[in-house]
Nanobody, 116 residues
Framework: VQLVESGGGMVQPGGSLRLSCAAS????????MTWVRQAPGKGPEWVSGIISGGTSTYYRDSVKGRFTISRDNAKNTLYLQMNSLKPEDTALYYC??????????WGQGTQVTVSS
């Protein structure tokens, strides 16, 4: 089982990034997916989630209207489009795969730094 995040980097405030999470080794389309972030010195923070079929999405209040989660089950890939980035969005971003009565899978994370 692998979840591999990519797309992080350094961007100025107001900029955009698109994170990807490539999944392998399990039936991606059966799993609900989430993005979780952790800023330096802080605990993990749930950011966004999408159900297995992709028809329902969820966001924490601080990213609503700026972030968009999506998935391509044919490509076994999860995405997070992040617009209007703020310094407080700086964190290590992880993707996470969840399914009832199954182990939860985590990626290794991709760093997002928002700074002028």
């Amino acid at each position: 089982v692998q979840l591999v995040e990519s797309g992080g980097g350094m961007v100025q405030p107001g900029g955009s990034l698109r994170l990807s999470c490539a999944a392998s080794g399990f039936t991606f389309s059966n799993y609900d997916m989430t993005w979780v972030r952790q800023a330096p010195g802080k605990g993990p923070e749930w950011v966004s989630g999408i159900i297995s079929g992709g028809t329902s999405t969820y966001y924490r209040d601080s990213v609503k209207g700026r972030f968009t989660i999506s998935r391509d089950n044919a490509k076994n890939t999860l995405y997070l489009q992040m617009n209007s980035l703020k310094p407080e969005d700086t964190a290590l971003y992880y993707c996470n795969a969840k399914k009832s009565l199954s182990p939860t899978y985590w990626g290794q994370g991709t760093q997002v730094t928002v700074s002028s």
